[in-house]
């Protein structure tokens, strides 16, 4: 590739790429990496699109939200990565710390392509801010409906020394009371992550799977549900840990079975809470998920996920936790309306200390909806 031709791919990223743009999008992100841009201080951005397929579904068509999750983590790891590695210095990988909540604004179903588009708002010494807007097309029609929309937290690691955090370059703020309302979102996911960490991150309470046909039907009991996965090649970065994304496909996956567990019915994500990385976790581990049903109201469900990790090859390290999520779901009926949903019956008072907690979240849940939707009214 001569000079001009590099000159050529570099500003092809550098500017913002209209919504629509074919699928061959993705052919760019190889492509891209041949050439190293300079320094860019403007607000990074990218885009891919891809078509849903019959595996990326559920039995009644509508994509899974854990494979939604996985398209944005990408796209948040890609820009993440490209934009640390724009600056002299050690080469890097963006790994995942933070997503915030999430709402699933609309579904998305079989043979639509799902455009995710990516750009960088904040950067740290040590982070990286990402909000993603991801929209479905149908090709048939045109119609055109955004379904997500997300902020990612990334921290650039070292190639050479996995365990070496590497400084971030910054970039160019509109205007600086925008780049003041970065620092405080900032500061605000730096304290709920240190206290998360402390509440859920170091300590394993096992969540025990008993015997299904001992439980009555509704209990947490009943519908609770966990599934073991070897980390292989194919779920790590470059620097052999697991990406976010397969992470969040896989909690998506055990808290689906839950609420299916519970309502019997189809279900559909809806929202996830602000998901914490606690820990990196390696290739060659064994990672048990694990879902608990904490709190129904008439039309949703909220699921607590657990991953915990367990080394094989370092085996003197322990099982510890990596990552906890709340993940709420609705039940659908054929037409895609949702339905009542059976109220959660409740054993011992751990069971219902948690469903008052997952009840004052979704009041104020609720109520923050409200108050967006006033102010954009």
Known sequence: MNREECELRTQTHTHTVPPLRALHLLSFVSS?????????????????????RPDDANIV??????????????????????????????????????VERTD???????????????????????????????????????AKKV??????????????????????????????ELQEEGRKRYEAQKMERLETK???????????VPERHMKEPYTVGYSQS???????????????????????????EVAGIVAHRHCKTNIVTASVDAINFH????????????GRM??????????????????????????????????TYISLDKENRPLPVPPLNLEGEEEQKRFEEGKMRYLQNKAKRLADKERHQ
């Open 294 to 327: 904490t709190f129904t109201s008439n039309k949703s469900m909220e699921i607590e996920v657990f991953v915990d990790a367990d080394p094989l090859v370092e085996a003197e390290e322990g099982k510890f936790r990596a990552v906890t999520a709340f993940f």
């Open 226 to 252: 966990s599934l073991i996965h070897l980390v292989g090649p194919s779920d790590c970065t470059l620097l052999g840990f697991v990406h976010g994304g397969v992470t969040m496909k896989l909690m998506d």
């Open 61 to 98: 068509g509508n994509v899974h939200g854990g494979t939604i999750l996985k398209m944005i983590e990408e796209a948040g790891c890609i820009i993440g990565t490209r934009h640390c590695n724009t600056q002299s210095g050690d080469r890097c990988v963006a790994a995942l710390a933070r």
């Open 279 to 290: 820990r990196k976790i390696n290739k060659g581990c064994v990672i048990t998920v694990s």
């Open 104 to 142: 699933f604004l609309h579904p998305m179903f079989i043979g639509e392509v799902a455009h995710v588009s990516a750009e960088i708002t904040y950067t740290s010494k040590h982070s990286v801010e990402v909000q993603v807007n991801v929209l479905s097309e149908n090709i048939l029609t045109g």
């Open 147 to 176: 379904t997500n929309k997300a902020t990612l937290w990334y921290v650039p690691f070292s190639i050479k020394d996995v365990e070496k955090i590497v400084e971030v370059p910054a970039i160019d703020y509109p205007s600086p």
């Open 198 to 208: 402390e509440r859920n991150g170091e300590v394993i309470n096992q969540v025990s």
């Open 32 to 52: 891209r990496a041949l050439c190293r841009p300079s320094l860019t201080t403007m607000n990074p951005q990218h885009q891919l699109s891809r078509i849903m």
